[in-house]
């Protein structure tokens, strides 16, 4: 096994902290087998893979003389001697002394066994038509397979670094792909005797070809010139032919067999010879309802990538694709994998980043395949399955190195398959299986992958296209849009050659640095440039200047909007000047005006039809504009507050072009408060598309983000609804998003996102626009139209703030954001912006009333303010080189700050007027008063004076009063602790008689519940008894008398005796057995007399009376005789209260008189 391929946990096993569960790893479950198994084989467990202190800490308890196992469940497993462990690996570097000193060491030196073993070992079985040409193929391997691998170790610099021996078995590999009709694979018959003549002719172009497509196929430019010498020069010296036109270099020219393994023009047999990869290509044609995306110009580069593509893969051979970004690698492979195939090749793709996980890449592979039997996985039978890694070595490194997605393919290509993660201890066979796979050279981001996972791969390097490359892609759809132009064809190399020279010139004056991290171009960016010119409708063009203008307008939108600086803009933009000059002979200011330049298609909001062409009325713009944004105030639940300044409208121009073209994705880059999401939800209004973002919440996470893209691309996918994605890096809670957002924008489509019965419908969906391209409707082409227009009408518009570190490890880590947006960078407001944001929020502010003059000058200041600590910021940097940043949200919360400090101003302003207003009215109206009271006090003395002796007259009187007074008061008081004294003694009276009672309660309670689960029912039936049993006879009997019903008298045994019969009166008594029910409930305790309990006493005393006894007779009978209980019970108790009852009586009638005198003195007292 591969010991990085899984984690710890899938490893060793490990403990969910969640669950609370342990999950086995799948060493554990290995060494298990061997211990518990009954033979006595020896068993090696060998880690191939490379070994760390992450996971190897571990095996240190196994590695000892104990050989024990230890895991964190706290289980130790004993291994038997029979048993070995063993470790593969490609170095030491970070393996620790302590697993070192523990292990026996064997070190393989490549240079010993040398590569004449390989050759040896292919010759050996080679088929047996082929074994006549054994030594021949010896002397040509000594004459150009070793030179030429010393060759490429010595004067030549590879794309990525090979091995000799890796690159030997590349070579042989290919020459069993050109022998592969003398093999018999497939069921295929070998060739006629007449193509079997031609092989003493195809040796040495087999090895030449091979040789070319092998070991020279990792060299750039430079090694393959001299490559091209190395062949062309032994070719003459030892006389080899077919001998190869003087014309380019040997890598231009496909080798034509003559109809041995590809059939000739004729259909028979033919001399072998070199045909150059272009002679057969047809003339690429555009059409007008071809896609942008969909067109795809051949030359040389891609049709001969692409032939070798193929073969390796028909070879059932992997193939790694190495090259800048830019050079064609995964269009070219695409296109091969989805058009070019044979039939039996079934494709998928994958696209790999820094988050990328080993066990993301087994399910994704393991949800592509069938099962074919217990233990075997592959694709439907007689079909083979091929993988596209694109960003083959974008997975980041461990700790100490290691990539597990990378480790976890290298599992399979050494050993055919991985370990099962469910089914612990399984090992997962897959067969009929290749990869293909792209990646650019190590640096910026991208990692060295592992030389062991490598030497599985054939390299075929993409190399910088060159100029006609260049010149005929780009020729062709420039001629395709100025040949529908009025008049203009005729600056078709104008255009052409300005487009490359800026390209280029690009490429070497603006090198990224960690500022400008950003700053990486590719042929995608010069591809923008002519998507932009097809934008525009070239029946519209009306003379040169236009062309111009358009050209110069899509220059800046690719390449100058990215720029961060002044000093850069000026730069590209002196650039563009300069080459206007040069290759079109106008004059650039004349030509390009001194305006800026603006392009769109949404001037006219009525049209139906919206027409991309230049912008010259500023005024209609920004009424437009504002017309857009009221609309869209009036539409949303958010209004939003714009500033339409001229920097602001040009960005959303700027945005509003990037969403209309199909797999238009942008990228804003700024700072905070710049305007970025705002501008983009009123350009994807004015596109009238549907925009959609997350929101954000403390509950969401993975889970919710897969589930909101999913239905985001079903929507772009099946409704083909063109929609806006709008991201902003503050909603990033994982970088599992970002990952995801990378996987979207290199191929439309999330790694096992969608549940089977979603692909079913996307199957269905798809099936018609497949069959109308006139494809084959297979799973795979379905899906990949699919992917087409999710990647078409899904626009991505991603928002980031160029600040730390984590900016630049984000493009690092995910490409597409570079590769696949357009960058906008949203530079600091200028003086302008400032003064117009200003100048609107002031006029907002209703609290501030001021002249115009004014105004004007506090606008002046807070632009001033807002410059001064730019200055100042940027002071301190170079000072300290600590970072200050200024936004313009600090701007706006100056502004911010100013509107409330004026309100809280003017508030407290207003308060301390109106407080003034208010003290100085009540002072004036007191004044008017005094006066008038002076007035009245002249009128009014005489009758005071009189009032005063009076007064006096009166205060005699009441001190006579107060005395009478005090003496009543006395008596009151004494009144008052009579009255409270007999209060509480009655109320003590009370409170025992009431604990008496309350004996009695228990028993009355029970009785009466129980007679109301009595119903008339039960009454009757003991009325309706004809020989009552004793029981009864005494229950009725003893009711009788409670209730004090006479009884009968009825004749007795002897002669003349009388004998009292209750029964049939009490049989009257239940006659209504409702009344007679209620009657008891309602009955009145206290009217039971001595005498009836004289009688009661005999029954009450009774053994055969107890409820228990009568319970076995009658249940209405058990009730009344509960009943009749608790009547003579509370006799008794209601017996010992009488007393009590007549001295609370007397106790409240004394409490009452006293209560009654108290009240008397009372009123006495108040009215004295």
């Given at each position: 096994?591969?010991?990085?391929?899984?984690?710890?946990?899938?490893?060793?096993?490990?403990?969910?902290?969640?669950?609370?569960?342990?999950?086995?790893?799948?060493?554990?479950?290995?060494?298990?087998?061997?211990?518990?198994?009954?033979?006595?084989?020896?068993?090696?467990?060998?880690?191939?893979?490379?070994?760390?202190?992450?996971?190897?800490?571990?095996?240190?308890?196994?590695?000892?003389?104990?050989?024990?196992l230890?895991?964190?469940?706290?289980?130790?497993?004993?291994?038997?001697?029979?048993?070995?462990?063993?470790?593969?690996?490609?170095?030491?570097?970070?393996?620790?002394?302590?697993?070192?000193?523990?292990?026996?060491?064997?070190?393989l030196e490549?240079?010993?066994?040398?590569?004449?073993?390989?050759?040896?070992?292919?010759?050996?079985?080679?088929?047996?038509?082929?074994?006549?040409?054994?030594?021949?193929?010896?002397?040509?391997?000594?004459?150009?397979?070793?030179?030429?691998?010393?060759?490429?170790?010595?004067q030549?610099?590879?794309?990525l670094?090979?091995?000799?021996?890796?690159?030997?078995?590349?070579?042989?590999?290919?020459?069993?792909?050109?022998?592969?009709?003398?093999?018999?694979?497939?069921?295929?018959?070998?060739?006629g005797?007449?193509?079997?003549?031609l092989?003493?002719?195809?040796?040495?172009?087999?090895?030449?070809?091979?040789?070319?497509?092998?070991?020279?196929?990792?060299?750039?430019?430079?090694?393959?010139?001299?490559?091209?010498?190395?062949?062309?020069?032994?070719?003459?010296?030892?006389?080899?032919?077919?001998?190869?036109?003087?014309?380019?270099?040997?890598?231009?020219?496909?080798?034509?067999?003559?109809?041995?393994?590809?059939?000739?023009?004729?259909?028979?047999?033919?001399?072998?010879?070199w045909?150059?990869w272009?002679?057969?290509?047809?003339?690429?044609?555009?059409?007008?309802e071809?896609?942008?995306?969909?067109?795809?110009?051949?030359?040389?580069?891609?049709?001969?990538?692409?032939y070798?593509?193929?073969?390796?893969?028909?070879?059932?051979?992997?193939?790694?694709?190495?090259?800048?970004?830019g050079?064609?690698?995964?269009?070219?492979?695409?296109?091969?994998?989805?058009?070019?195939?044979?039939?039996?090749?079934?494709?998928?793709?994958?696209s790999?980043?820094?988050r990328?996980?080993?066990?993301?890449?087994?399910d994704?592979?393991?949800?592509?395949?069938?099962?074919?039997r217990?233990?075997?996985?592959?694709?439907?039978l007689?079909?083979?399955?091929?993988?596209?890694?694109?960003?083959?070595?974008?997975?980041?490194?461990?700790?100490?190195?290691?990539?597990?997605?990378?480790?976890?393919?290298?599992?399979?290509?050494?050993?055919?398959?991985?370990?099962?993660?469910?089914?612990?201890?399984d090992?997962?066979?897959?067969?009929?299986?290749?990869?293909?796979?792209?990646?650019?050279?190590?640096?910026?981001?991208?990692?060295?992958?592992?030389?062991r996972?490598l030497?599985?791969?054939?390299?075929?390097?993409?190399?910088?296209?060159?100029?006609?490359?260049?010149?005929?892609?780009?020729?062709?759809?420039?001629?395709?849009?100025?040949?529908?132009?009025?008049?203009?064809?005729?600056?078709?190399?104008?255009?052409?050659?300005?487009?490359?020279?800026?390209?280029?010139?690009?490429?070497?004056e603006?090198?990224?640095?960690?500022?400008?991290?950003?700053?990486?171009?590719?042929?995608r960016?010069?591809?923008?440039?002519f998507?932009?010119?097809?934008?525009?409708?070239?029946?519209?063009?009306?003379?040169?200047t236009?062309?111009?203008?358009?050209?110069?307008?899509e220059?800046?939108?690719?390449?100058?909007?990215?720029?961060?600086?002044?000093?850069?803009?000026?730069?590209?933009?002196?650039?563009?000047?300069?080459?206007?000059?040069?290759?079109f002979?106008?004059?650039?200011?004349?030509?390009?005006?001194?305006d800026?330049?603006?392009?769109?298609?949404?001037?006219?909001?009525?049209?139906?039809?919206?027409?991309?062409?230049?912008?010259?009325?500023?005024?209609?713009?920004?009424?437009?504009?504002?017309?857009?944004?009221?609309?869209?105030?009036?539409?949303?639940?958010?209004?939003?507050?714009?500033?339409?300044?001229?920097?602001?409208?040009?960005?959303?121009?700027?945005?509003?072009?990037?969403?209309?073209q199909?797999?238009?994705?942008?990228?804003?880059?700024?700072?905070?408060?710049?305007?970025?999401?705002?501008?983009?939800?009123?350009?994807?209004?004015?596109?009238?598309?549907?925009?959609?973002?997350?929101?954000?919440?403390?509950?969401?996470?993975?889970?919710e983000?897969?589930?909101?893209?999913?239905?985001?691309?079903?929507?772009?996918?099946?409704?083909?609804?063109?929609?806006?994605?709008?991201?902003?890096?503050t909603?990033?809670?994982?970088?599992?998003?970002?990952?995801?957002?990378?996987?979207?924008?290199?191929?439309?489509?999330?790694?096992?996102?969608?549940?089977?019965?979603?692909?079913?419908s996307?199957?269905?969906?798809?099936?018609?626009?497949?069959?109308?391209?006139?494809?084959?409707?297979?799973?795979s082409?379905l899906?990949?139209?699919?992917?087409?227009?999710?990647?078409?009408?899904?626009?991505?518009v991603?928002?980031?703030?160029?600040?730390?570190?984590?900016?630049?490890?984000?493009?690092?880590?995910?490409?597409?954001?570079v590769?696949n947006?357009?960058?906008?960078?949203?530079?600091?407001?200028?003086?302008?912006?400032?003064?117009?944001?200003?100048?609107?929020?002031?006029?907002?502010?209703?609290?501030l009333?001021?002249?115009?003059?004014?105004?004007q000058?506090?606008?002046?200041?807070?632009?001033?303010?807002?410059a001064?600590?730019?200055?100042?910021?940027?002071?301190?940097?170079?000072?300290?080189?600590?970072?200050?940043?200024?936004?313009?949200?600090?701007y706006?919360?100056l502004?911010?700050?100013?509107?409330?400090?004026?309100?809280i101003?003017?508030?407290?302003?207003?308060?301390?007027?109106?407080?003034?207003?208010?003290?100085?009215?009540?002072?004036?109206?007191?004044?008017?008063?005094?006066?008038?009271?002076?007035?009245?006090?002249?009128?009014?003395?005489?009758?005071?004076?009189?009032?005063?002796?009076?007064?006096?007259?009166?205060?005699?009187?009441?001190?006579?009063?107060?005395?009478?007074?005090?003496?009543?008061?006395?008596?009151?008081?004494?009144?008052?602790?009579?009255a409270?004294?007999?209060?509480?003694?009655?109320?003590?009276i009370?409170?025992?008689?009431?604990?008496?009672?309350?004996?009695a309660?228990?028993?009355?309670?029970?009785?009466?519940?129980?007679?109301?689960?009595?119903?008339?029912?039960?009454?009757?039936?003991?009325?309706?008894?004809?020989?009552?049993?004793?029981?009864?006879?005494?229950?009725?009997?003893?009711?009788?008398?409670?209730?004090?019903?006479?009884?009968?008298?009825?004749?007795?045994?002897?002669?003349?005796?009388?004998?009292?019969?209750?029964?049939?009166?009490?049989?009257?008594?239940?006659?209504?057995?409702?009344?007679?029910?209620?009657?008891?409930?309602?009955?009145?305790?206290?009217?039971?007399?001595?005498?009836m309990?004289?009688?009661?006493?005999?029954?009450?005393?009774?053994?055969?009376?107890q409820?228990?006894?009568?319970?076995?007779?009658?249940?209405?009978?058990?009730?009344?005789?509960?009943?009749?209980?608790?009547?003579?019970?509370?006799?008794?108790?209601?017996?010992?209260?009488?007393?009590?009852?007549?001295?609370?009586?007397?106790?409240?009638?004394?409490?009452?008189?006293?209560?009654?005198?108290?009240?008397?003195?009372?009123?006495?007292?108040?009215?004295?």
């Open positions: 096994m591969n010991p990085k391929s899984i984690t710890m946990g899938q490893l060793y096993g490990e403990f969910d902290l969640q669950t609370h569960e342990w999950t086995d790893g799948i060493l554990p479950s290995l060494v298990r087998i061997g211990i518990t198994a009954e033979n006595k084989d020896k068993r090696w467990y060998i880690f191939d893979g490379p070994v760390d202190a992450v996971w190897i800490e571990n095996m240190n308890t196994v590695l000892d003389d104990n050989k024990k230890c895991l964190s469940s706290g289980e130790i497993i004993k291994l038997r001697d029979t048993m070995t462990m063993m470790f593969e690996v490609a170095d030491l570097a970070v393996a620790s002394p302590a697993t070192v000193s523990r292990c026996g060491m064997v070190y490549p240079s010993v066994l040398g590569l004449q073993p390989f050759i040896n070992c292919w010759l050996n079985v080679l088929p047996p038509l082929a074994k006549r040409f054994n030594d021949r193929l010896r002397e040509l391997f000594e004459i150009y397979t070793l030179p030429c691998i010393d060759l490429v170790r010595n030549t610099k590879e794309i670094t090979s091995v000799d021996s890796a690159q030997l078995l590349n070579f042989l590999r290919l020459m069993d792909y050109r022998l592969m009709p003398l093999s018999g694979k497939d069921n295929r018959p070998p060739p005797q007449g193509y079997l003549a092989l003493d002719d195809l040796m040495v172009p087999f090895v030449v070809n091979s040789l070319i497509w092998s070991i020279g196929a990792t060299c750039d430019t430079n090694g393959r010139n001299i490559i091209d010498s190395f062949v062309r020069r032994t070719m003459r010296q030892y006389g080899h032919t077919p001998a190869f036109p003087n014309e380019g270099v040997v890598y231009d020219y496909k080798l034509r067999d003559g109809g041995f393994g590809e059939p000739s023009d004729s259909g028979d047999p033919e001399p072998p010879h045909e150059h272009m002679d057969k290509v047809e003339e690429y044609k555009i059409t007008l071809m896609r942008y995306s969909d067109i795809e110009v051949p030359t040389i580069d891609n049709v001969r990538n692409s070798m593509v193929g073969a390796i893969l028909m070879n059932e051979r992997n193939v790694l694709c190495v090259g800048p970004t050079t064609g690698k995964t269009l070219t492979v695409i296109a091969k994998l989805g058009k070019n195939m044979h039939k039996k090749f079934i494709c998928d793709f994958l790999f980043s820094a990328t996980s080993a066990n993301q890449t087994q994704l592979i393991d949800s592509k395949l069938d099962r074919r217990k233990g075997v996985f592959g694709p439907p007689l079909k083979r399955q091929v993988f596209f890694v694109d960003d083959f070595n974008m997975p980041a490194l461990e700790v100490y190195g290691a990539q597990p997605p990378i480790e976890l393919i290298r599992q399979w290509m050494d050993f055919g398959g991985w370990y099962d993660r469910k089914n612990i201890g090992f997962r066979k897959i067969i009929d299986v290749n990869f293909a796979a792209a990646m650019g050279p190590p640096g910026g981001g991208r990692n060295p992958v592992t030389a996972l030497r599985h791969f054939h390299y075929i390097a993409f190399l910088e296209m060159e100029d006609f490359s260049k010149r005929n892609i780009f020729g062709t759809i420039l001629k395709f849009w100025l040949d529908r132009t009025p008049d203009q064809s005729s600056y078709f190399e104008a255009t052409l050659v300005s487009s490359m020279i800026v390209y280029s010139t690009i490429l070497k603006l090198l990224p640095t960690p500022a400008k991290t950003h700053y990486t171009f590719n042929l960016d010069l591809s923008k440039v998507q932009g010119l097809l934008m525009f409708e070239p029946e519209q063009v009306e003379d040169i236009e062309i111009i203008r358009l050209w110069y307008h220059c800046l939108r690719v390449f100058q909007d990215r720029l961060v600086n002044d000093e850069d803009r000026e730069w590209f933009n002196e650039l563009l000047y300069v080459t206007i000059q040069n290759h002979e106008v004059d650039p200011i004349e030509a390009l005006g001194k800026a330049i603006l392009f769109g298609d949404f001037l006219d909001p009525q049209a139906d039809i919206k027409m991309y062409r230049q912008i010259t009325d500023r005024e209609k713009l920004s009424n437009v504009l504002d017309y857009y944004l009221s609309e869209y105030n009036a539409r949303s639940t958010r209004p939003m507050k714009l500033v339409l300044f001229l920097d602001a409208i040009s960005h959303v121009c700027r945005i509003s072009r990037i969403i209309r199909p797999m238009g994705n942008a990228l804003l880059l700024g700072m905070g408060g710049s305007g970025r999401q705002s501008l983009t939800r009123l350009a994807t209004f004015m596109a009238e598309y549907y925009r959609f973002q997350i929101e954000l919440s403390k509950v969401y996470g993975p889970v983000w897969r589930e909101d893209i999913k239905q985001l691309m079903l929507k772009a996918g099946l409704q083909r609804v063109e929609s806006v994605f709008l991201f902003s890096d909603q990033i809670k994982s970088e599992t998003f970002l990952e995801d957002l990378n996987n979207i924008l290199n191929s439309g489509d999330v790694p096992n996102i969608y549940q089977p019965d979603e692909m079913d996307i199957y269905q969906s798809m099936r018609t626009v497949v069959q109308e391209m006139g494809m084959t409707a297979t799973k082409n899906f990949a139209v699919y992917q087409k227009q999710v990647r078409s009408n899904l626009h991505t991603i928002t980031m703030s160029p600040i730390g570190e984590i900016f630049r490890a984000r493009l690092r880590q995910f490409p597409a954001l590769n947006c357009t960058i906008d960078w949203f530079s600091a407001w200028p003086d302008s912006a400032l003064q117009s944001v200003a100048l609107q929020f002031l006029d907002d502010i209703p609290e009333d001021c002249s115009q003059e004014i105004l000058g506090i606008v002046v200041v807070c632009q001033f303010m807002h001064s600590v730019v200055d100042a910021s940027e002071l301190y940097r170079l000072e300290l080189s600590r970072h200050n940043y200024v936004t313009p949200t600090s706006l919360e502004l911010s700050s100013y509107s409330n400090l004026i309100n101003r003017k508030t407290a302003l207003l308060e301390g007027t109106s407080r003034l207003r208010i003290g100085l009215e009540k002072l004036q109206h007191t004044a008017e008063e005094v006066k008038v009271l002076q007035e009245n006090l002249k009128v009014m003395k005489p009758a005071l004076e009189k009032a005063a002796i009076e007064a006096n007259i009166m205060i005699e009187k009441i001190a006579e009063d107060t005395k009478v007074a005090e003496e009543t008061k006395e008596i009151v008081e004494n009144e008052e602790f009579e409270t004294k007999k209060a509480l003694a009655t109320e003590e009370a409170e025992d008689a009431r604990r008496d009672l309350e004996e309660m228990p028993a009355l309670l029970a009785a009466e519940e129980s007679l109301k689960q009595l119903n008339k029912n039960d009454i009757t039936e003991v009325r309706a008894m004809k020989r009552p049993p004793a029981g009864v006879i005494y229950v009725i009997e003893s009711i009788c008398i409670v209730k004090n019903i006479k009884p009968n008298k009825v004749p007795g045994k002897k002669i003349g005796e009388k004998l009292l019969d209750y029964w049939e009166p009490g049989r009257q008594m239940l006659a209504d057995p409702g009344l007679f029910l209620s009657s008891l409930m309602n009955f009145d305790k206290d009217s039971i007399t001595e005498e309990i004289e009688k009661l006493t005999k029954y009450v005393t009774d053994e055969g009376f409820p228990a006894k009568i319970s076995k007779i009658s249940k209405a009978c058990t009730s009344l005789c509960m009943w009749v209980h608790a009547m003579f019970k509370y006799y008794f108790v209601n017996k010992s209260v009488a007393p009590k009852k007549a001295a609370l009586k007397q106790a409240q009638e004394d409490l009452a008189n006293t209560m009654a005198a108290l009240a008397n003195a009372k009123a006495k007292m108040k009215k004295s």
